[in-house]
């Protein structure tokens, strides 16, 4: 069966500080991977999806960056964290094709002080 | 514009009573239709989709949702509420064209369940 794992589960970090979120998924391959971010109080935001290794999409425009350095793995980073960077980070994963549903990790839940 | 609303950002319900959550989209062409539950600092977890089959589909937890596309709706039900059906609720649509599967999703809806 697939897993998705995300982490840190929590953090806390000051304004201007570089940013490290890393997703792994296991039992699949090739697998669609996106980064969303939720508010507080708010839906979900697309920040990047990928298709592929090496190929990122940005949904919308920020001091944030996605990569995918292997299959099964992204990452979103920051080089200096702004205070709107607070919320709750989800990473998905879908396999190819229209009806496919996505299937999200447990999240990370990022302070910026 | 291509879009998906939900009607209602809080919902309360005694325990036992009929849920309804609410969830209807903009689009010319039936899109696919999918309904998460989210429970507190967790992520989003599928209870039911629609991918163009039986109109009327059953879900998770007792959950189900019916597809109208005279009323471009797919409203999420559930006969008798229980404690533990107290989440956030997103309705998410994915419409035709794009190279990945992205989806869009609705502003969520509360659920508090009353004892």
């Known amino acids: 069966s697939q897993t998705i794992h995300q982490w840190p589960a929590t953090l806390v970090q000051p304004v201007g500080s570089p940013l490290s979120l890393e997703c792994t998924v296991e039992g699949t391959s090739n697998p669609n991977l996106y980064w969303y971010r939720q508010a507080a109080g708010r839906g979900l935001q697309l920040l990047f999806y990928s298709v592929g290794i090496g190929q990122i999409s940005s949904e919308v425009p920020q001091n944030l960056s996605a990569s995918r350095p292997q299959d099964r793995q992204f990452i979103l980073s920051s080089k200096k964290l702004l205070l709107s960077d607070s919320g709750f980070y989800l990473c998905a994963w879908s396999k190819s094709g229209a009806d496919n549903e996505q299937f999200f990790g447990p999240g990370t839940r990022l302070t910026v002080l | 514009a291509q879009s998906v609303t939900q009607l209602g950002s809080h919902v309360s319900v005694s325990e036992g009573a009929l849920v309804l959550l609410r969830c209807n989209y903009s689009s010319s062409v039936p899109p696919y239709l999918f309904w998460y539950v989210q429970y507190p600092n967790q992520g989003l977890q599928l209870l039911l989709k629609?991918?163009?089959?039986?109109?009327l589909v059953k879900g998770i937890n007792g959950f189900e949702a019916e597809f109208k596309k005279s009323e471009t709706s797919f409203h999420l039900t559930k006969p008798s509420a229980h404690m533990s059906d107290a989440a956030e609720y997103f309705c998410a649509v994915r419409f035709y064209g794009g190279a990945t599967n992205k989806l869009i999703f609705g502003t969520g809806t509360l659920l508090a369940v009353q004892p």
């Open positions: 629609y991918t163009s089959a039986a109109t």
